[in-house]
Nanobody, 121 residues
């Protein structure tokens, strides 16, 4: 079955960096768009970043632009989220997702289990 396994979270201080990874199996990874989402305590899940199957069209929520970078390695079936200059408001559980791109946008079919990122100020 399809599995997305996210890793790389942890406890860091404000201004530090982390790189999240999400390893996919059970699907033809290179056919799918990938994305990262997060859910902060007491808040709903929100979009963080996404990119096309071929690495094109990287997109970010405004609050992380210039600090976070999404990338992928289709040979390794892995998507990454490089997070720099972390802020306390980045504290959340981060989820990776994969899905096809259709005429109305992304269809996030598959989700990882989440990895906790905690940023202390």
């Amino acid at each position: 079955q399809v599995q997305l396994v996210a890793s790389g979270g942890g406890l860091v201080q404000a201004g530090d960096s982390l790189r999240l990874s999400c390893a996919a199996s059970g699907l033809t990874f290179s056919n799918y768009a990938v994305g990262w989402f997060r859910r902060a305590p007491g808040k709903e899940r929100e979009f963080v970043a996404s990119m096309w199957w071929n690495g094109g069209n990287p997109d970010y929520t405004d609050s992380v632009k210039g600090r976070f970078t999404i990338s992928r390695d289709n040979a390794k079936n892995t998507v990454y989220l490089q997070m720099n200059s972390l802020k306390s408001e980045d504290t959340a559980v981060y989820f990776c997702a994969a899905g096809p791109t259709g005429p109305t946008g992304y269809n996030w079919l598959h989700w990882g289990q989440g990895t906790q990122v905690t940023v202390s100020s």
